[in-house]
């Protein structure tokens, strides 16, 4: 979809001085990145016994990341992967550093994950899902660094003053009915259980070798929040079709987390209401980049937009039946 800066072989071959991951053999630009600049990278490693063996990486350059921000990812990654977690951990430098700078940009360096995404995925692989988040919500408990919540109650409501001008009046009108909903049950949603979430787990952010999960990556919407959110991103992306949730498909998804982390009575209560959420806010952050000139940069070839039509369908379903 979207890259942002160019890189020739020299530039690369130069970053990858830094590591010791072996020389650059070939790169590609990634067509799939919205926020990050990203490449494919194969090096050529030599081995103890003067053979060469071809590795895959990606390189991302973040475009709209705080730097700042950037220790706590690649802990998060660094921490699941010990765990046994099939995540993008990132590679350390010869100087044991995370990360490396170009044209006064950060960057890192992850090995590349094997498989491939699921455009229309059965109950089975919503099953795995449901599983393997649940299970990766359990081991984050133990992650001692947090970040706050950026597209909270506060968020949604700057964004929704900045897109009146923006949108229809019916899309208006959505906008402040979601809002009142979400200041409704806002304080039950604090009484579900909290922690660290992946954020933003759309089926392109899921690989799958031979009918198994071998990769989950982007993980740079990660935070504290309700965990139920995590897995209503999940439900809205993946279980969603034709303006109604396949229920096959969505009580796979639900009842393969609940085998893992079973819910609270408040999560039972408020589920519907975590669905409404995942659907406001990505249509609102997907209206931004729409309408408002500077939310994102523009890339150097491909394109950075998503569909927000997409969430407001979600949207208006769950409000049309009124949990």
Known sequence: MAVYTKLSASIIESLLSAY???????????????????????????????NTVAREWVLTIFENVDRGQLPYFCQLTEHLFKEGFDVPAPV?????????????????????LQG????????????????YLSSMHLCMKSFTLTRSLERDLEWAERQGDLLKSKVSDAERQLIE?????????????????????HGDLFKDNVLFNNGKI???????????????FDLAVIANDWTFENGNY????????????????????????????????????????RLT???????????VSGDTLKDPDEMKVILLSLIKNDF
């Open 177 to 197: 009915v979601a809002l009142g909903r979400y200041r409704s049950y806002q304080p039950r949603l604090l009484l579900c259980p909290q922690g660290t979430v």
């Open 214 to 228: 071998s990769g989950v990556f982007d993980f740079y919407h990660a935070c504290d929040a309700t965990l139920l």
């Open 246 to 285: 396949d229920q096959q498909k969505l009580e796979a998804l639900t009842l393969a987390y609940q085998a893992v982390r079973p819910w609270t009575d408040m999560e039972h209560t408020m589920w519907f209401a975590c669905l409404e959420l995942a659907a406001l806010r990505f249509w609102l952050s």
């Open 289 to 299: 980049s729409m309408h408002l000139p500077g939310y994102q940069q523009q890339p």
């Open 116 to 131: 491939i995404s699921v455009e229309s995925p059965q109950k089975e692989e919503c099953a795995s899902v449901g599983a």
């Open 92 to 112: 350390r430098s010869k100087t044991d550093n995370y990360t490396f700078t170009y044209a006064d940009k950060v960057g890192l360096i992850v090995p590349k």
């Open 20 to 50: 010791d991951i072996g020389g650059l053999n070939d790169f590609q630009e990634i067509g799939a990145g919205i926020e990050n600049t990203n490449y494919f990278v194969s090096t050529q490693v030599m081995t103890s016994t003067q």
